[in-house]
Structure formats: C-alpha cells, structure tokens
C-alpha cells in the first residue's frame, strides 16, 4: 500500500463572501481579500481574492479549495495555530513598480483554527473584525473599523476511511473497462501528491 494511503486526508474549502464599512476607506478603487494559511515547518500559504471596488459594496462570493494527506502531529498542531485574514488595496503606482511596492495593508483578523475545527460539523462561517493599521488613513473612531465574512468547512478522513474510498473509486474506475487505471496513488508519492494538490489549487492566482 502506499504510503500517501496511511496518512489522514484533510480538506478544507474557504469561500471570501464579502465585506462591509469600507465606504469611508480613502484613495481605495481595489480591494481584496489575502488569507494566510499555516502549512507547517513554519512556513504557511498565501491566498488573495479577486480586486473589487470600494465604490461599491465589496462583494467576492469566492471560493478556495486545499486538499491533501498530512500527519496526525500536523491536525494536532494546526489547533495552536490561527488564519489570518487581510483587507488590503492595490498600488496605485504604475504597473512597472507594482510589484516592488506590494499592495497597502488597511486592516487585519485573526480567526484561531481550533474554533474552526471545534464548530459543528467543522462548517464555520462569520464576519471578522479588521484591526485598522497606523497609517492606513481610516483610524478616526467615528468610523466602524472594516468586516470581511468567511465561511470554511473542514472535512478530515482517516486513512482507514481513504482507503475504503479509494477502492470504491477503483471498483468504479474498473467498471468503465479502462485498461490503464486511474489510480493516481501509483505515480505519485506522499510529498509530491501533497505539493500537486497545492500546486493545482493555487493555479487560479
């Protein structure tokens, strides 16, 4: 059996739904969403939505999907650890210095993994509370600091429970007469299977 077979796979979906009390946020025509998701050896993987504007309600409605096989010790850790989610703009510098100068922080959240995993059914959805940054220039206290709405769901399957999967997609596979499986556990091994999954989620950026 292979060994990406004896490893627990964990799923996880993350959908950007929108923002509010951002219409006082100066000099902003693109907003977006950046979240920061921890993926061991203190490293951690970086996600932004799509740029809206301000001028509107920020409505992203977008959707994110990791899925991968990981040790017990990293499920065990991953509830010390928190998301974290940022309002940021774009530069409005011209394109060539775009990418030397970053966009601009407006505000920032936190949202601890262990009150992700402990929610029902491990579906959480909520509107978190930007911390404003100095110098972001909507610090004055007569304005409501910036929300965004995130909604994750968690699913998490033991290795017992992958591999009755796996075989029900193998039985299913073999039904359809395929000569040359689909199996894709026989090419590919623990680390490269969990950096293609990464690899193809993050393709959309």
């Known amino acids: 059996m292979d060994l990406s077979q004896k490893l627990p796979s964990f799923s996880c979906e993350l959908r950007i739904i929108q ?20 993926a ?21 409605n977008e959707s994110f999907s990791l899925d991968c096989s990981c040790a017990q010790e990293f499920l065990d850790a991953l509830k010390q650890e928190t998301l974290v989610l940022e309002l940021r703009q774009s530069n409005t510098a011209p394109q060539v210095l775009r990418k030397i100068l970053g966009s601009h922080l407006v505000g920032k959240g936190e949202i601890p993994w262990k009150e992700i995993l402990e929610s029902p059914n491990m579906e959480f959805k909520k509107w978190v509370k930007m911390e404003l ?7 004055d206290a007569m304005f409501r600091a910036p929300e965004v709405q995130v909604e ?3 699913q998490v399957a033991s290795a017992a429970e992958m591999e009755k999967e796996n075989r ?8 359809c ?3 040359h499986g689909h199996d894709h556990h026989d090419w590919c091994s623990t680390e490269d299977y969990d950096m293609f999954a ?3 989620a993050l393709e959309a950026f």
């Open 133 to 139: 940054v100095s110098g972001s220039g909507c610090e």
């Open 19 to 38: 923002a509010q009390n951002v219409e006082f946020i100066k000099s902003t025509k693109n907003l977006f969403a950046r979240l920061y998701l921890p």
């Open 152 to 154: 994750i769901k968690i």
């Open 40 to 60: 061991g050896n203190n490293k951690r993987i970086q996600l932004n939505s799509k740029k809206v504007s301000s001028k509107s309600v920020p409505f992203w």
């Open 198 to 200: 990464l690899g193809a």
């Open 177 to 179: 007469g395929c000569k």
């Open 168 to 175: 029900r997609r193998l039985n299913k596979w073999n039904e």
